[in-house]
């Protein structure tokens, strides 16, 4: 990718770096990190070095009546206005430069207070864009809004202090294939999803490689979000039992879960930390009631936590279970856990997955297996 913002705009740290590069770099991080752990070649999982990324968020500079997106200076305090972005898809970059013009030829009912502009997107040119305000908007910016829906043939919402106003609906469709079947996913405006729909791809991919392995028994997730890892994986077990603490995740997996037919995924809404406690019949949850946690035998659990890691509790749950797929956003807490986990386990399988080129962010996972 080359942007003419490189060395200047904060979105992309790494502009100094060939992509194989870049990749290598990271492979290196990943494998010192995991060499206590793991001593065989990572398995890297690639991304389009441009047009990648399905949400982005920008901020809108005011200059006297001309709005501009900006973003974050790379090695300075402040923003700088922006051109171009070749990171985004080209759902969304076929529209945002669009929208600008629609917004700088209002006279002031869309560019008035707006402070910045979210987009959604899907690989098969679904998109949302989300204008935020800091003022109350009335239905003269609802009518100039829907305006933007038929020129830019999309959907749009808008957002200010205590109020959303959605013109259609406040999600796209994102069709996926994976392992040879078509997955849709609703995503929602203000829900979690994977920013990169091809990396995404192959890290699910990547997981039901390992599950294909396992062949039997029943599945634990937790994180599930909107079920991104669910669906697909719920084919290779008996039944499955998924928990999120987010309500708007929980409710666009139950949607997912029902538009694409499948009949053995319970989703709960969960902590980490109440799920353990609930397991391990520390707690009952009223949320609960009407599941039966001792009709399941789970032989393989997957974990997608935040930045922080694993909680112990959810580490001292997940060690009596056979098998562990654990995918991170960052290896140094992924490498902590490990210190703990590699006492019951032995990791066989692991990865990196590079969400975020140009930038020093990795993903990674590992596959592990109960020591007999």
Aim: glycine share 4%.
């Amino acid at each position: 990718m080359i942007c003419k913002h490189f060395g200047s705009c904060g979105s992309c740290g790494l502009f100094d770096l060939e992509y194989e590069n870049q990749l290598a770099q990271k492979e290196q991080r990943v494998c010192t990190l995991l060499s206590p752990f793991y001593d065989k070649k990572l398995e890297i999982f690639d991304s389009p070095s441009s047009h990648y990324r399905a949400r982005s968020e920008f901020r809108i500079w005011h200059d006297g009546d001309r709005c501009d997106y900006a973003m974050g200076k790379l090695e300075e305090k402040g923003a700088m206005t922006i051109e171009e972005c070749p990171k985004v898809i080209e759902a969304i970059e076929k529209r945002m430069w669009k929208l600008l013009e629609i917004i700088n030829a209002s006279p002031k009912v869309l560019k008035q207070r707006l402070f910045a502009v979210e987009f959604l997107a899907t690989t098969t040119d679904e998109c949302l864009l989300t204008m935020l305000y800091h003022r109350k908007l009335d239905e003269i910016w609802s009518i100039e809004a829907k305006e933007i829906e038929i020129l830019l043939e999309c959907k749009v919402m808008g957002r200010s202090r205590k109020q959303k106003v959605i013109l259609s609906d406040e999600y796209v469709t994102e069709r996926l294939e994976i392992d040879g079947k078509i997955f849709s996913y609703l995503q929602y405006e203000s829900g979690f999803t994977q920013p990169n729909p091809t990396v995404n791809i192959k890290m699910i991919e990547w997981a039901i490689t390992q599950a294909k392995k396992v062949g039997y028994g029943d599945f634990l997730e937790s994180y599930c979000g909107l079920g991104n890892f669910t669906l697909p994986l719920s084919h290779y077990f008996d039944k499955v039992l998924a928990t999120e603490i987010s309500k708007r995740s929980i409710h666009a997996a139950l949607q997912n879960c029902a538009i694409n037919q499948i009949n053995n995924i319970t989703f709960a809404r969960l902590s980490s930390e109440e799920m353990t406690q609930a397991l391990n019949g520390v707690r009952a949850f009223s949320r609960l009631k009407e599941i039966d946690l001792k009709s399941y035998h789970f032989s393989t659990v997957l974990v997608d936590p935040p930045r922080a890691g694993l909680d112990q509790g959810t580490i001292e749950l997940i060690s009596k279970i056979d098998h562990i797929i654990y995918i991170s956003c960052n290896p140094d807490t992924l490498a902590r856990d490990l210190e703990i986990l590699s006492q019951t386990h032995e990791v066989k399988e692991a990865a990196i997955y590079d969400q975020f080129p140009h930038t020093a962010h990795i993903e990674s996972g590992v596959f592990l297996v109960k020591n007999v």
